[in-house]
Nanobody
Framework: VQLVESGGGSVHTGGSLRLSCAAP????????MLWYREPPGKGREFVAS????????EYADSVKGRFTVSQDNAKNTVYLQMNNVQPADTAMYYC?????WGQGTQVTVS
């Protein structure tokens, strides 16, 4: 299983980005997906999770009300919509599914 992330980049404070995590050919890997991030000089921290069977989502307090996680079954892809981003959101973002980490995608907010 290989998770492929995309969508990172540089954005101004208050802007938006949408990260994607695809599991080509592995439908069930997108069923339960977690997003983590690693800010510069800090450890990896939980951001959000999605559970397909219940449709439930969970978010870190720091992103509640700003980030939304969703799934596209047909594309075996999970998204992290990031709105009203802040400089504190600057980090490398990783998805975790089927016990595998994505390669990471950098988000820089200035």
């Amino acid at each position: 299983v290989q998770l492929v992330e995309s969508g990172g980049g540089s954005v101004h404070t208050g802007g938006s980005l949408r990260l994607s995590c695809a599991a080509p050919g592995y439908t069930t890997c997108s069923y339960n997906m977690l997003w983590y991030r690693e800010p510069p000089g800090k450890g990896r921290e939980f951001v959000a999770s999605f559970v397909h069977s219940s449709g439930s989502t969970e978010y870190a307090d720091s992103v509640k009300g700003r980030f939304t996680v969703s799934q596209d079954n047909a594309k075996n892809t999970v998204y992290l919509q990031m709105n009203n981003v802040q400089p504190a959101d600057t980090a490398m973002y990783y998805c975790l599914g089927c016990g595998k980490w994505g390669q990471g995608t950098q988000v820089t907010v200035s």
